[in-house]
T-cell receptor, first 114, second 110 residues
Framework: EAQVTQNPRYLITVTGKKLTVTCSQN?????MSWYRQDPGLGLRQIYY???????DKGDVPEGYKVSRKEKRNFPLILESPSPNQTSLYFC?????????????FGDGTRLSIL | AQRVTQPEKLLSVFKGAPVELKCNYS??????LFWYVQYSRQRLQLLLR??SRESIKGFTADLNKGETSFHLKKPFAQEEDSAMYYC????????????FGTGTSLTVIP
């Protein structure tokens, strides 16, 4: 089944403790992206990647890192999480190397930073 | 700057009534516009995109470049249409970024 898989689905952790949210897609998509969803703010793009070893900042990249060493994986790294990063995070992928294709979303990861 | 505006956070309609979810955008050039839907406890999924000009689940959306709008419409709302709806924008001049509106929560009252 074609899908985008995120792990973990839920995580409660404490300020400053490094964490990684994994994202994997099995559709051979070039474009991958991370979003955070906050009430009243909709979805905001954190980082995106147009292909392996190519990543770029979205609207809200502060406090996050990403890497794209393989086409299928696009992990989101919070080196020193803070409470304002408590949010619902979505990974997405789409074919092609530009953003104009429909995106396929994962189920989301709910992060709580205490 | 590229932006997407969904002026209504909440919208309630009765079953069988017409529904229109508004989306306005700001973009220099020809935009790629999408509507995504998120049903309760489910992932976001594409509802439709403007270049395909198709009707999905009875919904249609027409790009109006003069009014810079991409409103989503359905003539007869159904209870299963209750969901969160997001309008989204991308295009050649967004630098490969994707912009979402703040979303409209639609409730269809039985």
């Amino acid at each position: 089944e074609a899908q985008v898989t995120q792990n973990p689905r839920y995580l409660i952790t404490v300020t400053g403790k490094k964490l990684t949210v994994t994202c994997s897609q099995n559709m051979n998509h070039e474009y991958m992206s991370w979003y955070r969803q906050d009430p009243g703010l909709g979805l905001r793009q954190i980082y995106y990647s147009m292909n392996v070893e190519v990543t770029d900042k979205g609207d809200v990249p502060e406090g996050y890192k990403v890497s794209r060493k393989e086409k299928r994986n696009f992990p989101l790294i919070l080196e020193s999480p803070s409470p304002n990063q408590t949010s619902l995070y979505f990974c997405a992928s789409s074919p092609g190397t530009t953003s104009n294709q429909p995106q396929h979303f994962g189920d989301g990861t709910r992060l709580s930073i205490l | 700057a590229q932006r997407v505006t969904q002026p209504e956070k909440l919208l309630s309609v009765f079953k069988g009534a017409p529904v229109e979810l508004k989306c306005n955008y700001s973009y220099s050039g020809s935009p790629e516009l999408f509507w995504y839907v998120q049903y309760s406890r489910q992932r976001l999924q594409l509802l439709l995109r403007h270049i395909s000009r198709e009707s999905i689940k009875g919904f249609t959306a027409d790009l109006n470049k003069g009014e810079t709008s991409f409103h989503l419409k359905k003539p007869f709302a159904q209870e299963e249409d209750s969901a969160m709806y997001y309008c989204a924008l991308s295009g050649r001049y967004t630098g490969n970024q994707f912009y979402f509106g703040t979303g409209t929560s639609l409730t269809v009252i039985p």
